[in-house]
């Protein structure tokens, strides 16, 4: 080390560099890591898979604006309502590999790597949090508890390549703006933030509205804060409209609730606009700022209900039917508590302990310019804790987001453990509070407490799963000429990106017409099977027995179709097709 170098000041003035060379020994890890899955294109989620199905149908030549996926009940294909913003990143990575090496080893690299990107800025935005609220040098430690939020960094996995990630790096962008003490700047961080993030998706919508509710309480109790929220409402409207115009699909430009559609973008165009209103007037009075501010909100709200009626359900928009039958029963649209014990409480643990942490933290900074910082990051987590309530997936965020009150714990705990005279306390005494504080201990005590292990069936259908989307596989479909195979709707996504195959759809709720003709074929009679099938131009029929989605079809018809052929009996319009003899499909040809 060079002579007068002071490690501590260098962390200090160069922290976005040491944050930057930290995440390169993530890459690092996470791609030796992670090599196998990314060797078999493994992508092992539906909506990566289709990602890259759009990906590559954009590649291909199909429009900019058109988000169809054609290679789902074609010829007419199904609708997406995801924009191009994350395909983005990946096409560029495929283009700049496919430089140095074969096209599909190109898609490979670049898979592979994009889901590192927005952890970067991940990884910034956590430390620039704990710089400004905690100490400028608690960003380290702060990096340390994010990389330890698993179900967080499950989404920045190698392969990951849907939306998530890039709306969690905007969400940590956001608390850092909420967190900085220049007022303009601050606001437009937050307000270019939420705009990114709505122009991907409406999955963060929630936390948007609450960084909007968190700067306008602000405003409402310091008046010093209308330029903080007048660059947030220019930032934020102006944003968005951008971001419509630039990335929204022709199929957004209808009157829709489950993206940024003319819908949602006229609510932040006029939010903006009446807080920008508001920052312009802003009153001397706080009981007037108050008022204005209710009644601001209350415009809004009821403008949207008077307006948007179709919107005051499920934005989904989907019939009563497929909610009971598909989407209620998705995983992750359930809540926390009605997930298994080795699910439920590695998830939880982390949001408590930053919750703690930001309370405490909230309180010690009472008096000081941390404080509003510190109770918009309570607030943040104290929300993101209560969403755990209604819809697990909201546990990337909640993870994310209890960082910064976990770093403060630790950051008031360990020095004084570490001052204690007992050598015992000194090294045990922090070692058992880092894995408290982090929440790392909860992996233990799953692992110890024999509570929710996977019994036989839960590993036999995991077995299927991962064998019939494995890509050695679905190779061996490739004997077929290309056709319409009529299959499940959670295989469906990863036939079309392992096969030059066809499938009816995917668990995309805009075609929830076609998702009910899966379950009703698979659930009726041989005949309706063969009417349904003929509707959408099948030629095949592909099964993948045990896998998850096949056993709601017994559970729910032991006497329909898909019980019938896999016990055997099979209708003789139905010709088998012959498969080697490893292979985890089932294939026929209907005739």
């Known amino acids: ?251 957004n430009y209808a009157m829709r609730c489950d993206a940024l559609t003319p819908v949602w973008l006229s609510v932040m165009v006029v939010a903006g606009a009446l807080l920008l209103a508001l920052a312009a007037a802003n009153p001397v009075n706080r009981a007037a700022r108050l008022i204005a501010s209710v009644v601001a909100g209350g415009v809004i709200v009821g403008g949207f209900a008077l307006l948007f009626p179709q919107c005051l359900g499920r934005p989904e928009g989907v019939s009563e039917e497929l909610a009971r039958t598909w989407l209620s029963n998705v995983r992750e649209a359930k809540p926390i508590y009605r997930h298994p014990f080795d699910t439920a409480f590695p998830i939880a643990v982390m949001p408590v302990i930053g919750l703690i942490g930001a309370i405490i933290a909230s309180w010690r900074a009472r008096g000081s310019e941390r404080f509003v910082g510190w109770v918009a990051v309570a607030l943040f987590t104290a929300f993101a804790g209560a969403m755990l309530l209604w819809q697990v997936r909201a546990a990337p965020a909640a993870q994310l987001l209890a960082v910064p009150g976990a770093t403060a714990l630790g950051w008031l705990l360990f020095p004084w453990l570490l001052s204690r005279r007992s050598v015992l306390v000194r090294v045990l005494g922090t070692a058992a509070a880092f894995l408290l504080v982090s929440g790392l201990f909860s992996g233990l005590v799953v692992r110890w407490m024999p509570v929710d292990r996977p019994d036989a069936r839960a590993k036999m259908i995991n077995r299927a799963g991962a064998r019939c989307t494995s890509l050695p596989a679905l190779a061996t479909l490739n004997r077929v000429p290309p056709a319409t195979f009529f299959t499940h709707v959670d295989l469906a996504p990863r036939l079309i990106v392992g096969t030059r195959h066809s499938g009816i759809t995917g668990p995309y709720h805009r075609n929830g017409d076609a998702i009910l003709d899966v379950h009703h074929a698979f659930q009726g009679s041989a005949a309706q099977f063969r009417q349904i099938a003929r509707s959408h131009g099948a030629t095949y029929l592909l099964i993948c027995p045990n896998m998850a989605e096949t056993t709601n079809y017994r559970a729910r018809s032991p006497k329909g179709f898909y019980a019938q052929i896999v016990r055997g009996q099979v209708p003789a319009f139905l010709e088998s097709v012959p498969l080697p003899r490893n292979s985890p499909y089932r294939l026929w040809r209907i005739r």
């Open 1 to 251: 080390m060079p002579k007068g170098f002071d490690l501590a000041r260098d962390l200090d003035r160069h922290w976005l560099r040491w944050t930057l060379l930290a995440w390169v020994a993530v890459v690092v890890f996470f791609i030796q890591q992670r090599w196998g899955p990314i060797h078999w294109l493994a992508l092992a989620d539906t909506d990566d898979n289709l990602r890259l199905a759009q990906v590559r149908a954009w590649m291909d030549g199909q429009g900019w604006y058109d988000l169809r996926q054609y290679r789902m009940d074609p010829p007419r294909g199904i609708d997406i309502h995801w924009s191009r913003i994350v395909d983005l990143p990946i096409a560029a990575l495929i283009w700049f590999f496919g430089w140095f090496t074969t096209p599909a080893w190109a898609e490979r690299l670049a898979v592979g790597f994009a889901p590192l990107l927005p952890l970067s800025i991940t990884m910034a935005g956590i430390a620039l949090v704990a710089r400004r609220l905690i100490a400028p040098l608690a960003w380290p430690l702060a990096i340390v508890f994010l990389l330890g939020c698993g179900v967080t960094m499950r989404m920045f996995w190698p392969l990951r390549i849907d939306h998530h990630g890039w709306q969690l790096a905007a969400l940590a962008v956001t608390v850092a703006g909420l967190a900085d003490p220049r007022r303009a700047r601050g606001g437009a961080v937050v307000g270019l933030a939420s705009a990114f993030s709505l122009s991907i998706g409406l999955e963060m919508l929630p936390y948007c509205a609450s960084a909007g509710a968190v700067i306008a309480l602000r405003w409402v109790w310091d008046r010093g804060e209308a330029r903080r929220m007048a660059a947030y409402a220019v930032t934020l409207g102006g944003g968005c409209a951008i971001g419509f115009a630039a990335f929204a699909s022709t199929a």
